[in-house]
C-alpha cells in the first residue's frame, strides 16, 4: 500500500511544483512587460472642479507643487480599457470597436508614447490612431489626411501612435482613437511625481485634500492600477506556492517513513551483500533505483498534468511568457534530484554501517 501512496504523492509534487513554476513566471512576465508606455512616478486622480475658472486654478494647484514634475489630462487611463465606439464605413457600416480617449496635447509626450506618423491632435476634429487600427483599415501607410466617422462627428487623422497595451495582457491589441479634449482639465488629472515617489504620494493627497475641502480628490499610483488588475494572478500564484510547500513537506515525510520501513526490512540483505564485498556506493544505488522505479514514472505523470492543466490556465492571456518546455524539464529533474537527495541522506550512515552490527540485531 506504501508504493501507491508514495506514487501519489510523488506525481503531486511534480504537478503542483510544475504548475507553481509556470504561474509565477507569467505573472513576472506580465507584470514587467512593456506596457508600452511609461507609467513609472505617475499618479491619476478624479478632476471634480466644477467650472473652468475651478479647472484652471485646480491646475496653477498642482503645478505649483514642488514634488510634481509634470501634468495632463485624459478622461481614461490605459489599464482601465477605455470606452468603445463603432467605427463605421463611409456607407456607415459598422467595421469594428474601437476603444478611444479625449486628451491634452502633451500627453502622449507625458506617457512616453511613441508618435510613429505625424503628429498629436491639437484642436477638435484631429485624432490619432494606433498602428491596430490602421491594420483593422488595411490603408497601409497612406494614413495622414484620412477622416473617419465617430461619436463625435467626422474626424481627421493627423498622427498614427505606435501600439500600447489596453486592458493589460489579457486582451488582444485593440484599435484606439486618441481625441483632442479642448478643455483645461479632463476628468483625470495625472501627474509624474518627484522621488521618493511614496512619501510624495502622501503629502500630494494631504495637500489636495487641503486645498479642495469640498471635493473627493484622491491620487492613486497608475503602477499599482496596473497591478492590481493581476490580483486574481497574485492570488493563484501565492495559493500554488503555499500547496506546492505543504505537499512537498507532506511527501518528504511519507518518503522518510517508507526508507525507514524498507531499511529495517532490508537490513540483513544489506548486511549480507556488504559482507559479501558490495561497496557503499552500491548500496546506495540499490536503494536509490528501488525509490526511483516509483518516483520517475509518477514525475512524468505529474509534470504532464502540470503542463496540460497549465497551459488552459495560460489561455486568458494574450501575451505569454513563451515556451515553457524547458522549465517543465527542469521541475522534473529538480523533484527527482530532491527524491534521490532525500534517500541517499537517509541511507548513508546504513551503507557505510559496520555490516556485523545488523546481522547481531537479527
Keep these: 500500500?506504501?508504493?501507491?501512496?508514495?506514487?501519489?504523492?510523488?506525481?503531486?509534487?511534480?504537478?503542483?511544483?510544475?504548475?507553481?513554476c509556470v504561474v509565477m513566471l507569467q505573472y513576472h512576465y506580465v507584470i514587467n512587460?512593456?506596457?508600452?508606455?511609461?507609467?513609472?512616478?505617475?499618479?491619476?486622480?478624479?478632476?471634480?472642479?466644477?467650472?473652468?475658472?475651478?479647472?484652471?486654478?485646480?491646475r496653477h494647484f498642482y503645478e505649483s507643487l514642488p514634488y510634481v514634475e509634470a501634468l495632463t489630462s485624459a478622461t481614461s487611463y490605459p489599464s482601465n480599457g477605455y470606452s468603445g465606439q463603432m467605427i463605421p464605413d463611409e456607407k456607415g457600416t459598422s467595421l469594428f470597436s474601437s476603444r478611444y480617449d479625449f486628451t491634452q496635447e502633451n500627453y502622449v509626450a507625458f506617457m512616453g508614447m511613441t508618435i510613429q506618423q505625424g503628429r498629436v491632435p491639437r484642436e477638435s476634429g484631429e485624432v490619432a490612431v494606433n498602428e491596430e487600427f490602421v491594420r483593422r483599415m488595411h490603408w497601409g501607410k497612406d494614413v495622414l489626411g484620412r477622416s473617419i466617422g465617430t461619436e463625435e462627428g467626422r474626424v481627421k487623422i493627423v498622427g498614427v501612435i505606435k501600439d500600447f497595451n489596453i486592458d493589460g495582457f489579457y486582451s488582444e491589441m485593440k484599435p484606439f482613437v486618441l481625441h483632442h479634449h479642448p478643455k483645461d482639465l479632463a476628468s483625470l488629472v495625472y501627474l509624474r511625481l518627484k522621488e521618493p515617489f511614496g512619501e510624495n504620494l502622501q503629502k500630494l493627497n494631504r495637500d489636495a485634500a487641503e486645498a479642495f475641502p469640498n471635493q473627493t480628490v484622491g491620487f492613486e499610483s497608475l503602477q499599482q492600477k496596473m497591478a492590481d488588475s493581476y490580483n486574481s494572478v497574485r492570488v493563484f500564484r501565492n495559493a500554488t506556492l503555499l500547496a506546492a510547500i505543504a505537499i512537498l513537506f507532506i511527501t518528504l515525510m511519507g518518503l522518510i517513513g517508507y526508507i525507514n520501513d524498507e531499511l529495517q526490512r532490508r537490513s540483513?540483505?544489506?548486511?549480507?551483500?556488504?559482507?559479501?564485498?558490495?561497496?557503499a556506493s552500491s548500496i546506495l544505488e540499490m536503494l536509490v533505483q528501488d525509490v526511483l522505479w516509483i518516483s520517475f514514472p509518477a514525475v512524468v505523470a505529474g509534470t504532464l498534468g502540470a503542463w496540460y492543466v497549465g497551459g488552459l490556465w495560460m489561455e486568458q492571456f494574450a501575451v505569454t511568457v513563451g515556451s515553457l518546455v524547458p522549465y517543465y524539464i527542469c521541475v522534473a529533474i529538480v523533484v527527482l534530484i530532491l527524491i534521490v537527495?532525500?534517500?541517499?541522506?537517509?541511507?548513508?550512515?546504513?551503507?557505510?554501517?559496520?555490516?556485523?552490527?545488523?546481522?547481531?540485531?537479527?
Design 33 to 58: 512587460k512593456d506596457p508600452g508606455y511609461n507609467p513609472e512616478r505617475v499618479v491619476i486622480g478624479i478632476n471634480n472642479a466644477p467650472d473652468a475658472e475651478a479647472r484652471l486654478a485646480a
Design 1 to 20: 500500500m506504501e508504493r501507491p501512496l508514495l506514487f501519489i504523492q510523488f506525481a503531486g509534487v511534480a504537478f503542483i511544483c510544475g504548475l507553481m
Design 268 to 279: 540483513k540483505e544489506i548486511a549480507i551483500r556488504k559482507v559479501n564485498g558490495a561497496e
Design 341 to 362: 537527495g532525500c534517500v541517499i541522506s537517509r541511507t548513508w550512515r546504513i551503507a557505510n554501517e559496520n555490516p556485523v552490527k545488523s546481522i547481531k540485531s537479527e
